[in-house]
């Protein structure tokens, strides 16, 4: 097999766009569906801001129909076209010839495989197109899979990775384990931080919670918001609100988000003798109304790459609490903007809760750093200009000496 002749210097179109600096380009993003998740909302959050930017952006996804299964279709900007692939069985082929026929005809400068289950649809594309240069980029979401059968086709997932020109992972660690692990090529490997609108996510006013009427109650708000399923290992937090209330500490703790663990979550909270202070309030559409709520947010999650929920709250002014996995170091400097805690130590965890519940100061100041921090290395604006320079550059597109990230 021939290797794909892919373009490492993309030919852009158009004039330099005077405020960012950069060319326009003209990129396909590829994901597997526009059912709801976080890649993909991420990923249709930069193709709109991208196609506003004055860049030529397409979205294509291979799995569903055009109209139906496809439930965030309408986050997509009009100006963006849409293109399904229409899989059908384990793997497709019509699928793999709409997408040879799409790249023909859009002649993308780069195509952005969202996930590696969409390499196996591109780098055979790429094959096929021989003639057609384009820069093939890589972004992977997953620090480890869940599921075994995932790690015994990495070695597939592997070969073609090495088929890309851009490896783009969500930190530093996940693009460490990913290069050790899997015996990657460091040279295409870099990592850009997740994003905040920091004018949306900003705190208009005082922190209190709310009872079932949607109305405000005095005392202190615990909070945390992600899918209820057994990564996000809530029930940790719940064991370390039940240790609170032994040292007379008894704030609400709200939880917002759905999923398979809720019966069992409810269940655990009633058991503790928690079912007074613990709120379910399910899937929610836009969670900065809890968030003005909460005085304190926690995530316990076993897995999580680089939270984007954690980093809506810090950008809330919302102190946060989170177990020390994957990149939470690089968000959070401990004691400073935030708190970590050892996965597994739930005695730490309700002392560090405990300490924030107890002294306000501390909350304000903490909050105060976090929203810093956002401000200053993790709000949209940042992340848009590092894909912008990613998508669109005559030269590499990060300082790989300076730790993966994009030049100043």
């Known amino acids: 097999m021939n290797s794909p002749q892919y373009n490492t210097s993309p030919d852009c179109q158009g004039h330099p766009d005077t405020k960012a600096g950069v060319p326009r380009s003209r990129t396909l993003f590829l994901l597997n569906s526009l059912i709801v998740g976080g890649s993909e909302k991420k990923t249709i959050r930069i193709a709109n801001t991208l196609h506003r930017n004055g860049h030529q952006v397409r979205i294509a996804y291979i799995n569903g129909h055009l109209r139906a299964d496809s439930p965030l279709r309408d986050l997509i900007d009009p100006g963006v076209v849409i293109h399904c692939l229409e899989r059908r069985g384990r793997y497709s082929l019509p699928a793999l010839m709409r997408l040879i ?3 023909g005809e859009f002649r993308p400068s780069n195509v952005v495989c969202v996930n590696h289950h969409t390499l196996l649809y591109a780098v055979p594309a790429a094959l096929a197109k021989g003639n057609h240069r384009f820069t093939l980029i890589a972004l992977l979401n997953k620090t480890v899979f869940a599921a075994k059968s995932e790690e015994r086709y990495m070695r597939i997932y592997r070969l073609l990775l090495s088929r890309t020109d851009r490896m783009v992972f969500g930190c530093g660690f996940q693009m460490e384990t990913w ?16 994003g905040v609108d920091v004018a949306t996510f900003v705190r208009k006013g005082s922190s209190r919670t709310l009872n079932e009427r949607g109305e405000a109650e005095p005392g202190i708000a615990i909070g945390s918001v992600g899918q209820l399923r057994a990564g996000k290992n809530q029930e940790e937090l719940l064991h370390a609100l039940r240790l609170l209330a032994t040292k007379g500490v008894f704030p609400q703790l709200t939880i917002v988000g759905d999923g398979p663990e809720r019966d069992y979550l409810e269940r655990t909270a009633k058991s503790l003798g928690l079912a007074e202070q613990v709120r379910f309030h399910g899937q929610v ?15 316990t999650s076993f897995v999580e790459t680089f939270s984007n929920a954690a980093l809506e709250a810090m950008s809330m002014g919302c102190p946060v609490v989170m177990s020390r996995m994957s990149g939470a170091s690089e968000m959070i400097e401990h004691g400073v903007n935030g708190f970590l805690y050892e996965l597994g130590d739930t005695e730490t965890l309700a002392e560090l809760l405990e300490r ?15 929203r810093l921090a956002v401000e200053r290395r ?6 848009i200009m590092e894909y912008e320079r990613l998508l669109c550059s005559t030269r590499p597109p990060v300082d790989l000496a300076a730790g993966g990230r994009s030049e100043a």
Not at 179 to 194: F, G, H
Not at 285 to 299: K, N, P, T, W, Y
Not at 378 to 383: A, I, K, L, P, Q
């Open 378 to 383: 993790f709000s949209f604006d940042r992340m």
């Open 101 to 103: 026929r799409l790249l």
């Open 285 to 299: 559409s836009d969670v900065r109304g809890h968030l003005e709520q909460m005085d304190v947010f926690a995530i």
């Open 356 to 370: 924030l519940c107890r002294d306000e100061e501390l909350r304000s100041r903490i909050g105060a750093n976090a």
């Open 179 to 194: 290069v050790e692990k899997y015996r990657l090529d460091r040279s295409k490997a870099i990592y850009i931080y997740n």
